[in-house]
């Protein structure tokens, strides 16, 4: 099974206006190499006008891009209760 099939079977309840993982992108200009672009498997990192650009809401909280960041720039928690990704569709 392809990682796209397995996505395909990940169901959110996206907890509106309360993101769970906050980017502080003022640490990003200096970070050179930009793991998390490569490193999160659902690509809720991205490149816009030179800037990073990060959405939460499609996060499968595999933890990655904490761990991967060089410059402390994640500040990562799980979801509020009954929020957040749900495993096993389909
Ligand atoms: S790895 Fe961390 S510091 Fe580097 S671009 Fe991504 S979020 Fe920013
Ligand atoms: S926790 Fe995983 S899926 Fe969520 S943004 Fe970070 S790398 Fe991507």
């Known amino acids: 099974m392809s990682i796209d099939d397995k996505l395909l079977r990940i169901r959110f309840v996206v907890d509106s206006g309360t993101p769970h993982i906050i980017v502080d992108t003022t640490r990003c200009a200096g970070c050179s190499e930009k793991p998390c672009l490569f490193a999160c498997p659902v690509q809720c990192y ?23 960041c060089p410059g402390g720039a994640v500040n990562w928690n799980y979801p509020r209760g009954g929020f957040g990704v749900c495993f096993r569709f389909g």
């Open 46 to 68: 991205k490149m816009e006008s030179h800037a990073l650009v990060f959405n939460w809401e499609n996060c499968v909280e595999c933890g990655t891009c904490r761990i991967v």
